[in-house]
């Protein structure tokens, strides 16, 4: 089943990617992750597996692999901040699929598998993954390496290295900006005041 959920005009589809930012001037809590958001490269600093249906949606945090669900219509990490151990703003939706040639019916069956493959992962109680030089592995996964190793599983590689890459141990992280840059087609979610705060990151 492909759902759809609207966040601030935009809309997310059943295996699209969330992008986060740590942080929110909510609370304490979510300022503290404010200053830990600030070590990643690039905008982002999360990204999760948006399912449906609402806001429904599978990450990778601090207690690993996980399905959450906001009981609200719109973003409100600082209300489910104890159940994620994350506080975090959404501003950004990619899709994976889109200009890649995939017809229609193989677009539903790679999101679906997508899904299936993230959601197994949470029923196994995978653990949080701390070696970010290894993302091939399947036994734990970090945020941005779970959406890689599932879309990995349709073909689709979100984290394509160059002999460049190879002199460089970084280049084998999968930060959620590469997966944002690997998105043919994707999309800031205007929360205009929020992302002014993010601005001061």
């Given at each position: 089943?492909?759902?759809?959920?609207?966040?601030?005009?935009?809309?997310?589809?059943?295996?699209?990617?969330?992008?986060?930012?740590?942080?929110?001037?909510?609370?304490?809590?979510?300022?503290?992750?404010?200053?830990?958001g600030?070590?990643?490269?690039?905008?982002?600093?999360?990204?999760?597996?948006?399912?449906?249906?609402?806001?429904?949606?599978?990450?990778?945090?601090?207690?690993?692999?996980?399905?959450?669900?906001?009981?609200?219509?719109?973003?409100d990490?600082?209300?489910?901040?104890?159940?994620?151990?994350?506080?975090?703003?959404?501003?950004?939706?990619?899709?994976?699929?889109?200009?890649?040639?995939?017809?229609?019916?193989?677009?539903?069956?790679?999101?679906?598998?997508?899904?299936?493959?993230?959601?197994?992962?949470?029923?196994?109680?995978?653990?949080?993954?701390?070696?970010?030089?290894?993302?091939?592995?399947?036994?734990?996964?970090?945020?941005?390496?779970?959406?890689?190793?599932?879309?990995?599983?349709?073909?689709?590689?979100?984290?394509?290295?160059?002999?460049?890459?190879?002199?460089?141990?970084?280049?084998?992280?999968?930060?959620?900006?590469?997966?944002?840059?690997?998105?043919?087609a994707?999309?800031?979610?205007?929360?205009?005041?929020?992302?002014?705060?993010?601005?001061?990151?």
């Amino acid at each position: 089943m492909i759902y759809t959920h609207s966040f601030n005009g935009v809309t997310a589809r059943t295996g699209d990617i969330l992008f986060t930012h740590d942080g929110d001037e909510g609370s304490l809590f979510g300022r503290c992750w404010k200053l830990i958001g600030r070590v990643f490269p690039g905008e982002f600093s999360h990204a999760a597996l948006y399912i449906g249906p609402e806001i429904r949606f599978v990450e990778s945090a601090a207690r690993g692999v996980e399905v959450v669900e906001f009981a609200s219509e719109s973003w409100d990490a600082v209300n489910h901040g104890k159940e994620r151990l994350l506080v975090d703003q959404l501003i950004g939706i990619g899709d994976p699929i889109a200009g890649r040639g995939i017809s229609v019916t193989r677009e539903t069956e790679i999101r679906e598998n997508v899904v299936a493959y993230c959601l197994q992962q949470a029923s196994d109680e995978k653990s949080y993954n701390f070696n970010v030089f290894n993302p091939e592995t399947d036994g734990a996964f970090y945020c941005s390496q779970l959406v890689y190793k599932a879309y990995e599983t349709q073909g689709i590689d979100l984290h394509p290295q160059t002999e460049e890459d190879a002199s460089s141990p970084l280049a084998a992280i999968v930060f959620p900006e590469e997966l944002w840059n690997a998105c043919n087609a994707k999309e800031l979610v205007p929360a205009q005041s929020r992302l002014e705060g993010l601005d001061e990151a």
